[in-house]
């Protein structure tokens, strides 16, 4: 893996930002994220392919699939782990057509739901699964923007300092699980 580099994602971040990274980069990102799970997923890309107008643009969007659990008193948010990416493969090349930028998760991509990231230029950042707890004191505010109906799988906005990740897919199409188990094939 590459030596850790902060990496601050704002709105207004060049593309450069997103270029220079490559797939073994350990990043902190902070910075705006939208949430992503399967139902505000389904519903943005059902909206997007109907032509209808969204409740926050999506344009330059970084989105974090995480399912958060409710906030204890005095927490701003609850557990906050990442999810299985893989599920919502299927609403990826819509949302990244739209302007999404990358996405944090966890789990293997492979074939079509890692040409998506490929064909838009998208990149892939992994959070550790399971750090649920310890991830949310990296989560400063945690705004519901949409689809409150959805509960956990509602569309939040939320504010990370510090949020640690590592960079699975960069722009050039690299994929840091297929280069690992490849390297892990030869040398073992």
Same mark, same amino acid.
């Given at each position: 893996?590459?030596?850790?580099?902060? @990496?601050?994602?704002?709105?207004? #971040?060049?593309?450069? /930002?997103? %270029?220079? +990274?490559?797939?073994? /980069?350990?990043?902190?990102?902070?910075?705006?994220? $939208?949430?992503?799970? /399967?139902?505000?997923?389904?519903? +943005?890309?059902?909206a997007? &392919?109907? !032509?209808e107008?969204?409740? @926050?643009?999506? %344009?330059?969007?970084?989105?974090?699939?995480?399912?958060?659990?409710?906030? !204890?008193?005095?927490?701003? @948010?609850?557990?906050?782990g990442?999810?299985?990416?893989? =599920?919502?493969? =299927?609403?990826?090349p819509?949302?990244?057509?739209?302007?999404?930028?990358?996405?944090?998760?966890?789990?293997?991509?492979?074939?079509?739901?890692?040409?998506?990231?490929?064909?838009?230029?998208?990149?892939?950042?992994?959070?550790?699964?399971? $750090?649920?707890?310890?991830?949310?004191?990296?989560?400063?505010?945690?705004?519901?923007?949409?689809?409150? *109906?959805?509960?956990?799988? #509602?569309?939040?906005?939320? *504010?990370?300092?510090?949020?640690?990740?590592?960079? @699975?897919? /960069? =722009?050039?199409?690299?994929?840091?699980?297929? &280069?690992?188990?490849?390297?892990?094939?030869?040398?073992?």
């Amino acid at each position: 893996m590459n030596s850790a580099r902060a @990496i601050a994602w704002q709105l207004e #971040a060049p593309e450069s /930002d997103l %270029a220079s +990274l490559r797939a073994g /980069d350990a990043v902190e990102l902070s910075g705006s994220v $939208l949430t992503l799970r /399967d139902a505000s997923a389904a519903r +943005l890309a059902q909206a997007l &392919t109907r !032509k209808e107008q969204l409740p @926050i643009s999506l %344009a330059r969007r970084i989105m974090y699939a995480v399912g958060p659990s409710p906030a !204890k008193p005095g927490q701003v @948010i609850g557990s906050a782990g990442p999810t299985t990416t893989a =599920r919502m493969g =299927r609403f990826l090349p819509t949302l990244f057509a739209d302007g999404v930028r990358a996405i944090i998760g966890k789990g293997e991509l492979h074939g079509a739901d890692m040409a998506a990231f490929v064909e838009h230029g998208a990149v892939y950042f992994a959070a550790i699964g399971g $750090l649920g707890a310890l991830l949310a004191k990296q989560i400063s505010t945690a705004n519901v923007v949409a689809y409150q *109906e959805l509960g956990p799988e #509602a569309l939040f906005e939320l *504010e990370l300092t510090a949020f640690p990740a590592v960079v @699975i897919i /960069d =722009r050039h199409g690299q994929n840091l699980h297929e &280069t690992a188990r490849g390297r892990w094939r030869t040398e073992g």
